[in-house]
């Protein structure tokens, strides 16, 4: 395999299905592969659904040995390998290939260690991320990133995404909060990236397969980083007469030197949308709503608190509530929370967007987004972790109706396109995928592409690991319009156009 062929649309031999069940199951357990169209029918989309496709098997493994077997199996043959967690990504990650198995980690769901005093948990990939937290708790710890499906993602896909959360401003993403990641390759092969010292020997490619989103190996144990139980926690609402302002107010907070346990931004249809589905007590005149929580010791939360109300109010906060108790804090959050299923209330269909962009451009962007809903002819509500600038516009369609859904997608296109424009980048969290394969040729060139495919040669040299995902052709880039063109010039002529 060279790089040519990596970047070319790969094409997959054929291979037999009765074969490759015949193959897996001596491998397996009965129960655990799965061929006939019912058994493999639900696993063929992740939580982006727009994008669905039937794979040859699914497999099932209960341990690292049966996810080795199968690996192997699938590089003597020559049959890609999409893994996948519990299903929740929204970039179409998870996808299958249809010339591929499709293999389900959720089997590999045991804490195979918790160490309080080393603040260290082992566990599987298939261990959901709430879980680790609830194992935790007993020893006044925590896992700190909290995708808002926490309560069902797991770890695997935490790592293959590099997931953040509403946290993550102050306690970083998955990334920050890993020491240690063991794989297989595509052949088998044990990897292990990091340790559980504070350095580990070698190179250090832990960074490198984190955010991969399974192209380069299978992820079967992860480490992660406990943190201590903050003594005390409390939420700040706060209420703008304008996204601007409340944009401002974002980076006002930031530059004052506070990093705030956590900071999100919802906009007027978003805070009533979620207002009706949780009724969380968030106002319903503010065109914006800002969330800023504090954590810590007593002392330090009540001195941040005044701080960050000096702030928002020198940017315009007309209403500013601090959470009276533990009770009132969590409403706060779960309507934060409660955005996406919100959102499906309101419309049949919706297509969440995650860029990320300056937090000083906050305001611009909404600005920009609400002249882009009128172009399209599309309600859009909009959720932010403003304090990094990760914005996640919904906007709402319904597939039933002739055009709706090309619109939406031209439209989420269009935000991703404004959000490089603006000096940010395409994702903030919930990676690349099959969506965002176009808005990476907008924010990545020739040669940095050819770059990301000589790191996928390097670990997966027939490309057999989640082909087709995350890195885009040059053909595809083309086609997706975004070659410069100087005078009656364009780049790479002989490709063809569609």
């Known amino acids: 395999m060279n790089p040519d062929s990596l970047r070319a649309s790969r094409e997959f031999a054929a291979v037999d299905r009765a074969l490759l069940a015949q193959r897996l199951r001596r491998a397996l357990p009965a129960d655990a592969v799965l061929v006939d169209d ?73 804490i195979v260690s918790l160490d309080p005093l080393a603040r260290l948990a082992v566990v599987q990939p298939g261990v959901r991320n709430l879980s680790i937290s609830e194992a935790a708790k007993p020893h006044g710890l925590y896992y700190a990133p909290d995708p808002s499906s926490q309560i069902a993602c797991t ?60 192209m380069l190996a299978v992820v079967t144990e992860v480490t992660v980083r406990l943190l201590p139980l903050p003594q005390t926690a409390r939420c700040v609402l706060a209420s703008f007469g304008s996204v601007v302002r409340a944009g401002e107010a974002v980076a006002g907070v930031i530059s004052a030197g506070i990093i705030p346990a956590g900071m999100e931004m919802m906009d007027k249809a978003a805070t009533a949308a979620v207002e009706e589905f949780v009724h ?49 804090r969590l409403r706060f959050w779960a309507g934060r929370k409660a955005a996406f299923p919100a959102a499906g209330r309101l419309a049949a269909d919706y297509y969440c967007m995650d860029g990320t962009i300056p937090r000083k451009r906050l305001g611009e962007m909404l600005e920009s987004i609400a002249l882009m809903a009128q172009r399209y002819g599309l309600r859009c509500l909009n959720v932010f972790h403003a304090g990094d600038g990760n914005l996640h516009p919904l906007i709402l369609f319904d597939a039933s109706q002739p055009g ?41 060139n020739e040669a940095e592409l050819e770059s990301f495919f000589r790191v996928k040669l390097a670990f997966d040299g027939q490309g057999l690991l989640n082909p087709g995902k995350a890195i885009p052709t040059l053909n595809r880039c083309a086609e997706y319009g975004m070659q410069h063109v100087r005078g009656d010039a364009v780049t790479h002529p002989g490709l063809p156009r569609f």
């Open 155 to 214: 770890i695997g896909g935490n790592v293959a995404e590099n997931a953040g959360g509403v946290h993550c401003l102050k306690y970083g993403l998955t990334l920050h909060n890993v020491m240690r990641v063991r794989a297989l390759s595509i052949d088998g092969e044990v990897l292990e990236f990091g340790s559980h010292a504070l350095d580990s020997p070698g190179l250090d490619l832990l960074a490198l397969v984190i955010g991969s989103e399974g």
């Open 38 to 110: 019912e058994s493999v029918r639900p696993y063929e989309c992740d939580g982006l659904a727009t994008y669905r496709r039937m794979p040859l098997a699914v497999v099932l493994p209960q341990d690292e040995a049966q996810v080795q077997a199968v690996l192997r199996i699938c590089a003597e043959l020559g049959v890609p390998v999409v893994a996948r967690g519990a299903g929740t990504g929204l970039s179409g990650g998870a996808m299958p290939h249809a010339q591929g198995v499709l293999m389900s980690l959720a089997r590999l769901n045991r």
């Open 280 to 328: 969380a007590g968030y106002p319903l005149d503010a065109e914006a709503i800002l969330l800023v929580e504090s954590d810590g010791t007593p002392e330090a939360v009540e001195d941040e608190i005044a701080q960050i109300r000096q702030v928002l109010q020198a940017h315009g906060a007309h209403d500013i509530r601090v959470s009276r108790d533990e009770a009132e």
């Open 404 to 444: 709706e859904q090309g619109r939406a997608e031209e439209f989420g296109e269009a935000i991703l396109r404004h959000s490089v424009e603006l000096g940010g980048t395409v994702s903030g969290e919930h990676g690349v995928g099959v969506e965002k394969l176009g808005a990476m040729c907008a924010q990545f």
